[in-house]
């Protein structure tokens, strides 16, 4: 069984930019999350999906980010414009179920912004 | 103050050592608990989720106190392989599922 996946692995990009990060979660898997963790910080929640649904998108810092998950497979996470503040490392994760149900995570998506 | 707190850490301890890992949190109404794991510059995994009866898995044994809001990880006979982050995590049903990790707790064993 192929695990989350994420892409790219690492992207820089200058202030004011536009940039689009991907998850594919496991296959079967209803239950899509986004964290980020800032240098120094800890693991962040960004928003929660159950197949196409956004469940929690109380993490979410402000409307620079927009996820999607059209068709409830794969997920996207477009930031516009970035800011330097949102250098970090952005992790997916994905579930079977939710609650007390493991989260599976990707390797994460490298974020630098200059 | 943060949601969920662990200890700061770095602990640094010998082969074979027994070490123990600290976790509060600040909601009550928080359902699920979790203690996963980090190594350097790669993804959170499951380690064990953490049951209000206790629950333990080979060398690992983890504990709940809903009422002092208090999780704990105890490591017995502590192995080279085990010097990572130990991160404490606490799951609240908000409609959805809102997740909160603790900063995490730095091991290192030395041989």
């Known amino acids: 069984e192929a695990g989350v996946t994420q892409f790219p692995s690492h992207s820089v990009i200058e202030k004011g930019q536009t940039v689009t990060l991907r998850c594919d979660p496991i296959?079967?898997?209803?239950?899509l999350y986004w964290y980020r963790r800032v240098m120094g910080k800890e693991i962040k929640f960004l928003l929660h999906?159950?197949?196409?649904?956004?469940?929690?998108e109380s993490g979410m810092p402000n409307n620079r980010f927009l996820a999607e998950r059209t068709g409830g497979t794969y997920s996207t996470l477009k930031v516009q414009p970035a800011e330097l503040e949102d250098s970090g490392v952005y992790f997916c994760?994905?579930?079977?179920?939710?609650?007390?149900?493991?989260?599976?995570f990707g390797p994460g998506t490298r974020l630098t912004v200059t | 103050r943060k949601e969920v707190e662990q200890d700061p850490g770095p602990f640094n301890v010998p082969e074979g050592a027994t070490v123990a890992f600290n976790c509060t949190y600040s909601n009550s109404a928080s359902q699920s608990f979790f203690w996963y794991r980090q190594d350097c510059r790669k993804e959170p995994k499951l380690l064990m989720s953490?049951?209000?009866s206790g629950n333990e898995d080979g060398r690992f044994t983890a504990q709940l106190n809903r009422a002092s809001q208090y999780i704990s990880l105890l490591i017995r006979d502590s192995k080279l392989s085990d010097s990572a982050t130990y991160l404490c995590v606490v799951s609240q049903n908000t409609g959805g599922f809102k997740t909160i990790f603790g900063a995490g707790t730095r091991l290192f064993v030395k041989a």
């Open positions: 953490v049951y209000s």
């Open positions: 296959s079967g898997h209803d239950n």
């Open positions: 999906f159950v197949k196409e649904s956004k469940q929690d």
């Open positions: 994760a994905s579930s079977r179920q939710a609650g007390i149900y493991e989260q599976y």
